[in-house]
Each structure stands twice: as C-alpha cells, then as structure tokens.
C-alpha cells in the first residue's frame, strides 16, 4: 500500500515519537503539532482525547531527562570522628637513677661536690615547692636526689612519673599561674622557674613529653642540660 507524503511523515513522527534518545523539548513540541493534525483528520471532538494521549505518553520523557519533578538525594550520615590519645609508656623509665643520666653529665655533677645518692634527707622530698604540684607527684615511679653533705647549700631533686593528659593539664596551668616561663624543646614543653633569696638560690624546671614528666626541684646549683640530658637518656 503506497502512502502520500503527507501520511509518511506522520508515520515517521510517531516512529521518532517512540524513539527514547529525543530529547523532552523536541517531544513537547512534535506532540503539539501532532495533535493539531489529528484533530483535522479526526475532527474537533477528537482533540481533548489525543492531547490526553499526548501528555500521558510525554511525561515519563520528561521526568528521565530531568525535567520533571525534582528528586532530593538522602543524605549519607557522616562516619564519626576518632581522636587517638597518646597513653604514658611507664617502660620508658629507667628502673634506677643510674640509667637516667649520661655518664658525662655525672661526671659533671660530680665535678661541682654532688654525689647521686640511694637516701635523701634533703630539707625537701619532692620535685616541687608547690603543694598543688607535689600532690601529683606522690606516686612518681621514680626519685633521684644529687646532693652533697649539706644539701641546703646545694643540691639536685628529681622525680619521673607517668601523667595522663587530664593531669598535665592542671599541673601546666598550675605553673603558669605561679608565673613559671614556658619552653617548647626536645620535642616537648618545659616549665621554668628561678628564684633568690636570703637562704640562696633555687629554682625548678618541669618537662613533659609523651605522658612523662620530669620534675626537679634544685638549691645552690642549677646545672645547665640537665633536663635535657635526661630526656634524652629515656627517648634515645
């Protein structure tokens, strides 16, 4: 059966109509004029019907090309963030005072009249002169005293102890109330303080690193590097 132009056409169009890669605007558009043309072939009563059609078959186009009702996407929750906390490693302390400093700086100490003694009647029994500070070095694991025959004119007073970061919080708090100079060093913080009066000179120095804390308590003879000397010792 031979078709005119007129018939083929539209034939084509309904063919393309079908056709899911035409875009939604085109489909918009083609439909419009498609029903104006059946509705001449059909007659006025047809229209409302074929326009129905019409719609009906041009929707889904519209919402797969993104044209239609907009979809919100559900929010993916958001994995909960894990802060790690570095624990003290009590292993790290030397088991006695011996292993705590380098054999130079005893030699250097032992230069200036101090001997590293197993007893200590020292006029004071901890690394701090502050109450609030000494409280939270009554269970330090390890005390180590350099001190000669009159430890009132000079000697040295140290105390290792794990602190958690809870503690170190109110101790380094404690010391900048009481006015002590703070230093970032050897991978860590060490508080500072010195001071004269009518008994001499004294002073302290604090420092913590990885949930230790080296506290030491010093009249007569503040020995430069001591601190570090024994950081290094335990870190080394």
Do not use: K
């Not at 130079?104 to 901890?126: I, K, N, Y």
Request: glycine share 10%.
């Amino acid at each position: 059966m031979q078709h005119n132009d007129s018939e083929q056409d539209r034939l084509d169009w309904v063919t393309r109509f079908d056709d899911p890669v035409v875009n939604a605007a085109e489909r918009t558009q083609r439909s419009r004029a498609f029903t104006i043309g059946l509705g001449t072939l059909f007659g006025g009563a047809g229209i409302a019907a074929i326009a129905f059609l019409m719609t009906a078959l041009s929707r889904p186009a519209e919402e797969e090309s993104g044209l239609g009702a907009s979809r919100t996407p559900t929010p993916t929750p958001s994995a909960p963030v894990v802060v790690e906390t570095l624990e003290p490693d009590s292993s790290l302390i030397p088991n006695q005072c011996d292993s705590l400093f380098s054999e130079s700086m005893a030699q250097t100490l032992r230069g200036v009249g101090l001997e590293l003694g197993s007893e200590w009647d020292g006029p004071w029994s901890s690394g701090s002169a502050d109450a609030e500070l000494q409280r939270l070095l009554d269970d330090a694991e390890l005390d180590c005293h350099w001190s000669q025959d009159d430890p009132l004119a000079m000697a040295l007073l140290t105390q290792v102890t794990e602190i958690s970061s809870h503690e170190a919080g109110i101790a380094t708090a404690r010391m900048q109330e009481l006015g002590f100079n703070e230093l970032s060093e050897h991978g860590g913080v060490r508080y500072v303080h010195e001071q004269r009066t009518g008994d001499g000179i004294s002073g302290e120095s604090h420092f913590f690193r990885d949930g230790l804390w080296f506290a030491t308590h010093w009249r007569g003879h503040g020995q430069f590097g001591y601190t570090a000397d024994m950081v290094q010792s335990v870190f080394s």
